[in-house]
T-cell receptor, first 110, second 117 residues
Framework: TQLLEQSPQFLSIQEGENLTVYCNSS?????LQWYRQEPGEGPVLLVTVVTGGEVKKLKRLTFQFGDARKDSSLHITAAQTGDTGLYLCAGEEYGNKLVFGAGTILRVKS | GAVVSQHPSRVICKSGTSVKIECRSL??????MFWYRQFPKQSLMLMAT?????????EQGVEKDKFLINHASLTLSTLTVTSAHPEDSSFYIC?????????????FGSGTRLTVV
């Protein structure tokens, strides 16, 4: 099983600030997925990136997949209190198994 | 969008008893479902891959006789925690994969909080 290192593990920022979460591996994944999880709920898919170098934007969220398909980043612009939650990156191994990073707990203060 | 329904959401059981958790894909068929375990403030750890009509594939270190998985139809997978002990207390989550506008991704159930007393 491949490993995904996610950083930072915890992030506390003021509303309006920008932030970036990183996900790195020494291995190649067929895709990289980002999820957000609320306490007591299952993760909810934010985006899937498949092609090396790919960039996807969802409103204030920008996702990048590294050229070598080993790393990814999530950038949030002008964070809002509603962005608070656990963000998880997950690499899809060939065979459709997901390997999750350790997660980033984001707290946005008003 | 796709929905995976998981029941129960919370269960408290006595040590030594068995607990069954159901995972249903409501509007799509899932030949494969996945079962995860999550401890507080930690990430998800894959326990097993549930395959419709065949035996589940367990991850290393997961006891298949303790965590029984049955995937009897294309929309239902069950996880039974047998002879539960306090150390089995955890958050269990199932998921199924499907393709949609965001790209291929997985839909997760809402999870089951198991507490063994």
């Amino acid at each position: 099983t491949q490993l995904l290192e996610q950083s930072p593990q915890f992030l506390s920022i003021q509303e309006g600030e920008n932030l970036t979460v990183y996900c790195n591996s020494s291995s190649v994944f067929s895709s990289l997925q980002w999820y957000r999880q609320e306490p007591g709920e299952g993760p909810v898919l934010l985006v899937t990136v498949v092609t090396g170098g790919e960039v996807k934007k969802l409103k204030r969220l920008t996702f990048q997949f590294g050229d070598a398909r080993k790393d990814s980043s999530l950038h949030i612009t002008a964070a809002q209190t509603g962005d608070t939650g656990l963000y998880l990156c997950a690499g899809e191994e060939y065979g459709n198994k997901l390997v999750f990073g350790a997660g980033t707990i984001l707290r946005v203060k008003s | 969008g796709a929905v995976v329904s998981q029941h129960p959401s919370r269960v408290i059981c006595k040590s030594g008893t068995s607990v069954k958790i159901e995972c249903r894909s409501l509007d799509f068929q899932a030949t494969t479902m996945f079962w995860y375990r999550q401890f507080p403030k930690q990430s998800l750890m894959l326990m097993a891959t549930s395959n419709e009509g065949s035996k589940a594939t367990y991850e290393q270190g997961v006891e298949k006789d303790k965590f029984l998985i049955n995937h009897a139809s294309l929309t239902l997978s069950t996880l039974t925690v047998t002879s539960a002990h306090p150390e089995d207390s955890s958050f269990y989550i199932c998921s199924a994969g499907e393709t949609r506008g965001l790209g291929y991704g997985y839909t997760f159930g809402s999870g089951t909080r198991l507490t063994v007393v």
